[in-house]
T-cell receptor, first 110, second 112 residues
Framework: EADIYQTPRYLVIGTGKKITLECSQT?????MYWYQQDPGMELHLIHY???????EKGDLSSESTVSRIRTEHFPLTLESARPSHTSQYLC?????????FGQGTRLTVV | GESVGLHLPTLSVQEGDNSIINCAYS??????FIWYKQESGKGPQFIID?????DKRQGQRVTVLLNKTVKHLSLQIAATQPGDSAVYFC???????????FGKGTTLSVSS
């Protein structure tokens, strides 16, 4: 089982604020992913990375951006939060095909 | 677009019963499938996987069945326990170098 950590677990923030969701993994996995998930619904891929300095957009259009400067770290940034960004954000990493997930960040924009 | 889907959004069972959760996929090129369990407030957790060259795979109290003819995947949980209550997702991989594609999820409720 991979060790993958997300902070913060919960965040309530005002409209227009800039936020960064943190994700770190200690397994040395090259591949990392960000998913967006509404409660009980399917996961939608918003960003992924296959290694340092590699980032791609996923299937779901997102106004967020990501960076991958270090293997273990894959932060997600929203430059200007809006109520439509309210959701759960899940980070995952993988070496082969199995993706291992963090606990998620539940974001509420008011 | 093509996606992985589950037949039923909810399933309620009694403790000790066997549970069967179903999933249909549409892409015949998918060659690897995973079942995940997601408890409230947590991220998805790997349960069991199966490759397309297999029909069945067994784990501890769980069995995954793959029917490639009708593009159907199922997860069987034996002697379901209250701790099995969660949302279950199937996910497919359509080739090396691609991310998993997740279905909509089935909420399993186990009453004692």
């Amino acid at each position: 089982e991979a060790d993958i950590y997300q902070t913060p677990r919960y965040l309530v923030i005002g409209t227009g604020k800039k936020i960064t969701l943190e994700c770190s993994q200690t397994m040395g996995h090259d591949k990392m992913y960000w998913y967006q998930q509404d409660p009980g619904m399917e996961l939608h891929l918003i960003h992924y990375s296959y290694g340092v300095n590699s980032t791609e957009k996923g299937d779901l259009s997102s106004e967020s951006t990501v960076s991958r400067i270090r293997t273990e770290h894959f932060p997600l940034t929203l430059e200007s939060a809006r109520p439509s960004h309210t959701s759960q954000y899940l980070c995952a990493s993988s070496e082969l095909l199995i993706e291992f997930f963090g606990q998620g960040t539940r974001l509420t924009v008011v | 677009g093509e996606s992985v889907g589950l037949h039923l959004p909810t399933l309620s069972v009694q403790e000790g019963d066997n549970s069967i959760i179903n999933c249909a996929y549409s892409n015949s090129a998918s060659d690897y499938f995973i079942w995940y369990k997601q408890e409230s407030g947590k991220g998805p957790q790997f349960i069991i996987d199966i490759r397309s060259n297999m029909d069945k795979r067994q784990g501890q109290r769980v069995t995954v069945l793959l029917n490639k003819t009708v593009k159907h995947l199922s997860l069987q949980i034996a002697a379901t326990q209250p701790g099995d209550s969660a949302v279950y997702f199937c996910a497919e991989n359509r080739g090396a170098g691609t991310a998993l594609i997740f279905g909509k999820g089935t909420t399993l409720s186990v009453s004692s």
